[in-house]
Nanobody, 125 residues
Framework: QVRMVESGGGLVQPGGSLRLSCAAS????????VGWFRRAPGKGREFVAA????????SYAGSVKGRFTISRENAKNTVNLQMNSLTPEDTAVYSC??????????????????WGQGTQVTVSS
């Protein structure tokens, strides 16, 4: 069993930045890919970014590529999502998820077994 806990959400003005973190516990962290997903009000779950367990492979949704950066610190069992140039369209609940992939960064939520509770990100002036 792996526990995932998100932190770092909040309110930010358009054009601003936020850094989300996902802390994991319960198993060998470097064996797990971590994905970030978001759900905006009235919309379905959307893939944002993912990183393989080794950290050698990453993937991004087209809507965030060039603005968001995913990284991991396996020694600290943490994955970070740096979000820059935020727009109101980025407003959503952001959740991290863990799946047993050391060298692959899946974009499908079905690939992930363990999910956090989510953290709210609101982009508004």
């Amino acid at each position: 069993q792996v526990r995932m806990v998100e932190s770092g959400g909040g309110l930010v003005q358009p054009g601003g930045s936020l850094r989300l973190s996902c802390a994991a516990s319960g198993d060998t962290f470097s064996n797990y890919a971590v994905g970030w997903f978001r759900r905006a009000p009235g919309k379905g779950r959307e893939f944002v970014a993912a990183i393989s367990g080794s950290g050698g492979s990453t993937s991004y949704a087209g809507s965030v590529k060039g603005r968001f950066t995913i990284s991991r610190e396996n020694a600290k069992n943490t994955v970070n999502l740096q979000m820059n140039s935020l727009t109101p369209e980025d407003t959503a609940v952001y959740s991290c998820a863990g799946g047993l992939f050391r060298d692959y960064a899946p974009e499908s939520p079905e690939a992930y077994d363990y999910w956090g509770q989510g953290t709210q990100v609101t982009v508004s002036s």
